[in-house]
């Protein structure tokens, strides 16, 4: 028997780290994207690998999931990590009356946190606010957004996956049921249009899965929700440091090679393909980023830029949704056979959110083959070019 | 495009000024002076020939030679010898990492000098005679 | 708001190349990118470009604004025109195109990978000042032992190549991003120095210094292969 083919829509992390387990899982898999790899909101995260503090006291859901992956991304592919850890920084008398609530969080999590005193912690960081009350260390790191996804989209090329960039999908090919049996493309480099047929459709199109799932006439509850970041030209930090408090705008400063990024804001919007700049959410960053790293004010702006959460559902945007991933088979959703789609999630847990989905492809396949992702180191991020 | 070995359009990138910076200028400069040396080169071994003609055939060339046409081409070998000489100083001292950071300066300094020298050839050769 | 006008290549496929103009409507403060991907948005559905990041640390989107290599989500547009002017975009040069401003780093990725690039290392390893930004301080870790890890500056960009004039004619250069790469290594790997010291390799380049004149992330490409000529030099004296 043939090997059972997949059509992945969309490569960022999601969809890389899908068509990466698909690929060690001996589907024969084929990437479909619209753009470059990373080219939507993935390329454009805060790179923060989260420990799971942030979420500690209100989604410890996402707060697990961001632990247990952040070991596995370090083993599996570190070398578009800076492993460096994370503070996370009391300034005023509110911040430090959330210390206890932060730390029991962090314990019900199994998130390791570590409270230094503040010379410590200025010590390690001599640009922090010399106002700092309280300074405890947890495990994040930060990571290079498109290296990160280029690592898993190799590795799954080593495997086999064949990748159509540059190919957005249009249509989807539907069977007399309505089921789905493929895509139709139109590949923007080369301006011709084809038909993909296959066993199975995952829709990994993050803010835009609402786009896809309307062309099988099904439907899945998201709210894009975005948020900005501002880039600042010096390297002021080594580790990233989050305001100790409930998230919120402008509470995380990290460093991107020589660059500091400040991050980051939560409205809703319409229109995802273009979201402007609002500069008034710019003098935010630097007012917010500035009070965790003073510096910053003697440093220059060098980019800012909008991404799109795809936060799972319809309810009001914001904070208040859970950043938790969702995979959905809409033959119990909307009677429709032969598509999967997934969103939701974060960076740090796309490993993750491929084994769930890649679980659900094999149980509606008929399959039994376990993951194996969580063991099998990537290959370079450079082999996606270059083999 | 991506270049292809022994291309004849590589020619023209050779010297195309399109989008170059300071030290682009003077690698383009360097070899267009480095051509016209060489140029000059076999056109000097081409005049020292007509020594093998006899002195009647040299005295004549040596009489023509002494038109403001002739002095001007000679200025330019002059021009195009004093600055490939210093950028070649300039080039050979970067190549042991001195001086890279000051790169531009030094380009500036041996552009200046070039033509500093050549004028003060230029009034020479214009006057003593 | 200013109402400028892109020039952007355009190449499909076999095509022959053209340029398409768009009026854009744009905040000045906005970058280069940012006009592209709206004319994409909201003019022609099928312009294709590379970007991922927008914050100059992942070298996808360079292009050439008005004939000069610039990483263009950093580029801002009050920067390159005026209000009711033209702006040019085109593919970097020296890499095969793709299609509309993409071109195949596939060359450069390559050569990055048999120089054995390092893709993260340790943060005492950057050795010197780029222009105008000072290396970030060496700070100590908690405990001896440890040491902060960090990713290169190098962004694997593709401009310094874009803009050599040596790597205009012969593709198998190095060039100037894989050889600061080796530079930054130091030669004591065998083959390093045999690389190095190769017909493409350190003594290929011609000095033109265009590659430091614009790498984006401050590597000074330029005088890291004058660094490599020197190490290379000692080497063989050495050896000699
Ligand atoms: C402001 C902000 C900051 C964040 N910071 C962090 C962080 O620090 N750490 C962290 O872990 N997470 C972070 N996240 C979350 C994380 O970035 C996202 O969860 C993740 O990038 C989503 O990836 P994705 O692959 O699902 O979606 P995307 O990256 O958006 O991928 C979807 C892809 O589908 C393609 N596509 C769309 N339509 C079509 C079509 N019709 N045909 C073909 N292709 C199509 C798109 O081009 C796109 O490339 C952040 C998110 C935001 C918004
Ligand atoms: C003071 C004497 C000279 C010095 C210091 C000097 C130095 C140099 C240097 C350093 C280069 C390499 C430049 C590069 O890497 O791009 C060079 C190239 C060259 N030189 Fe000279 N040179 C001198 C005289 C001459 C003369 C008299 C001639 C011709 C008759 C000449 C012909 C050339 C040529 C043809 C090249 C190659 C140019 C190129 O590749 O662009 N040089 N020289
Ligand atoms: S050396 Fe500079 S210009 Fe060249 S690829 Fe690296 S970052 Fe880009
Ligand atoms: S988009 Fe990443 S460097 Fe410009």
């Excluded at chain 2, 040299?58 to 002095?71: G, N, V, W």
């Excluded at chain 3, 596939?106 to 990978?113: D, H």
Aim: net charge negative.
């Amino acid at each position: 028997m043939s090997k059972p083919h997949v059509i992945v829509i969309g490569a960022g992390f999601t969809g890389t780290a899908i068509a990466h387990d698909l690929a060690l899982r001996d589907f024969d898999v084929t990437v479909v994207e619209r753009g470059p790899i990373a080219s939507g909101t993935s390329g454009r995260t805060h790179g923060l690998l989260h420990s799971g503090g942030r979420y500690a006291v209100k989604d410890q859901e996402s707060a697990i999931e961001c632990i247990e992956e952040n070991i596995i991304l370090r083993k599996i592919v570190p070398e578009v990590i800076e492993p460096n850890g994370g503070l996370f920084v009391a300034l005023t008398e509110s911040d430090l009356a959330y210390k206890e609530t932060f730390i029991q969080g962090c314990e019900a999590c199994g998130i390791p946190v570590d409270e230094i005193t503040p010379q410590e912690a200025l010590r390690l960081e001599p640009n922090l606010n010399p106002k700092v009350l309280a300074a405890l260390i947890v495990p994040d790191g930060t990571f290079d957004p498109l290296r990160l996804a280029l690592s898993f989209a190799a590795s799954a090329k080593k495997n086999g996956a064949t990748y159509h960039l540059f190919t957005e999908v249009v249509d989807m090919l539907l069977d007399g049921q309505g089921n789905v049996t493929g895509v139709k493309v139109w590949d923007r480099a080369n301006n011709t249009r084809y038909e993909i047929h296959s066993d199975m459709v995952v829709n990994a199109t993050g803010a835009w899965v609402g786009q896809i799932t309307q062309m099988a006439h099904a439907h899945v509850p998201i709210t894009p929700t975005p948020g900005i970041m501002v880039a600042y030209d010096q390297r002021l930090v080594n580790r990233a440091i989050n305001r100790l408090n409930r998230p919120s705008d402008g509470d995380i400063v990290l460093p991107q090679r020589r660059l500091a990024v400040v991050g980051t804001t939560s409205f809703s919007i319409e229109e995802v393909d273009y979201v402007p700049i609002d500069r008034s959410q710019v003098d935010l960053m630097l007012e917010r980023g500035a009070e965790l790293i003073p510096a910053i004010r003697q440093a220059k702006e060098r980019g800012v830029y909008m991404a799109v959460r795809p936060l799972i559902g319809a309810s009001g945007p914001g904070r208040s949704i859970s950043r938790t991933f969702k995979a959905y088979d809409h033959k119990e959703l909307d009677n429709v056979e032969g598509l999967v789609t997934i969103t939701g999630g974060k960076a740090t847990t796309c490993r993750a959110m491929a084994e769930k989905t890649v679980d659900i492809v094999c149980q509606k396949l008929g399959l039994n083959i376990p993951c194996t992702t969580a063991a099998a180191p990537l290959t370079s991020y450079r082999e996606f070019y270059s083999r | 495009m991506e270049p292809q070995k022994n291309d004849p359009k590589n020619l023209w990138d050779w010297f195309n000024p399109k989008g170059r910076n300071v030290g682009g200028w003077a690698f383009i400069l360097n070899r267009i002076a480095a051509l016209g040396l060489v140029f000059y080169l076999y056109l000097h071994l081409f005049v020292l020939g007509k020594l093998a003609q006899g002195p009647q055939v040299f005295d004549q060339f040596i009489a023509t030679a002494k038109s403001p046409l002739y002095i001007l081409g000679e200025l330019l070998v002059i021009a195009a010898a004093l600055y490939h000489g210093l950028n070649g100083v300039r080039v050979l001292l970067t190549s042991f990492n001195i001086g890279v950071p000051q790169q531009k300066q030094m380009f500036y300094t041996a552009l200046l000098l070039s033509v500093l020298g050549t004028l003060v050839f230029a009034v020479r050769m214009f006057t003593v005679h | 708001m200013w109402k400028i006008t892109y020039r952007v290549h355009r190449q499909k496929g076999n095509e022959p190349p053209h340029y398409e103009t768009f009026q854009v409507e744009v905040d000045p403060e906005e970058y280069v990118l940012d006009g592209v991907e709206k004319i994409w948005a909201s003019e022609d559905r099928s312009l294709t470009f590379r970007h991922a990041c927008h914050h100059s640390t992942c070298g996808a989107c360079g292009m050439r604004v008005n004939g000069v290599e610039k990483l263009t989500c950093i580029t801002k547009i009050k920067d390159v025109v005026q209000d009711g002017g033209t702006l040019t975009v085109e593919p970097l040069r020296n890499f095969p195109v793709v299609s509309d401003l993409v071109v195949d780093l596939g060359p450069l990725y390559r050569k990055m990978a048999a120089v054995q690039a390092p893709a993260v290392h340790a943060l005492s390893m950057t050795p010197w000042e780029g222009q105008n930004i000072a290396p970030p301080a060496d700070i100590p870790m908690r405990s001896a032992d440890e040491e902060y890890i960090r990713l290169p500056d190098c962004i694997e960009c593709g401009i310094c190549i874009s803009a050599c004039p040596v790597a205009a004619t012969d593709p198998e250069y190095f060039g100037p991003a894989p050889l600061a790469a080796i530079q930054i290594q130091g030669l004591d790997k065998p083959e390093l120095l045999a690389l190095a010291d190769s017909q493409e390799g350190v003594w290929r380049c011609h000095s033109a210094f265009e590659c430091s004149a614009v790498c984006p992330s401050n590597v000074d490409p330029g005088r890291r292969i004058m660094d490599l000529r020197r190490q290379v030099s000692a080497k063989r004296l050495k050896l000699a």
